[in-house]
């Protein structure tokens, strides 16, 4: 189980830490993500992570920054210089083996 935590509304240029609690251990995990659905678009994976590489989609590149903390169980999404474009439900994800969890969202809107 996942809890996606740290939306909220800001205006354009600040920041947010978007959080997802893992109820089991993630050290094991090989594929974390942070997936984005912005109103009346599809759900879009903005930033994500395995043991060789991590990604970004190339509207976030250089203002998100995807990280984990094994010892919380723990997997972050810090966003810095957000955009109004960045609204929408960011939803965590995390992979063990070939099976893949869900958080429930947590809604990020940014005002102009």
């Known amino acids: 189980q996942l809890q996606a935590s740290g939306g909220g509304l800001v205006q354009a240029g600040e920041s947010l830490r978007l959080s997802c609690a893992a109820s089991?251990?993630?050290?094991?995990?090989?594929?974390m993500g942070w997936n984005r659905q912005a109103p009346g678009k599809q759900r879009e994976l903005v930033a994500s992570a395995t043991i060789i590489s991590t990604n970004y989609v190339d509207s976030v590149k250089g203002r998100f920054t995807i990280s984990r903390d094994n010892a919380k169980n723990t997997i972050y999404l810090q966003m810095n210089n957000l955009k109004p474009e960045d609204t929408g439900v960011y939803y965590c994800?995390?992979?063990?083996?070939?099976?893949?969890?869900w958080g429930q969202g947590t809604q990020v809107t940014v005002s102009s």
């Open positions: 994800s995390v992979q063990y083996g070939t099976i893949s969890y």
């Open positions: 089991r251990s993630i050290s094991s995990i090989n594929f």
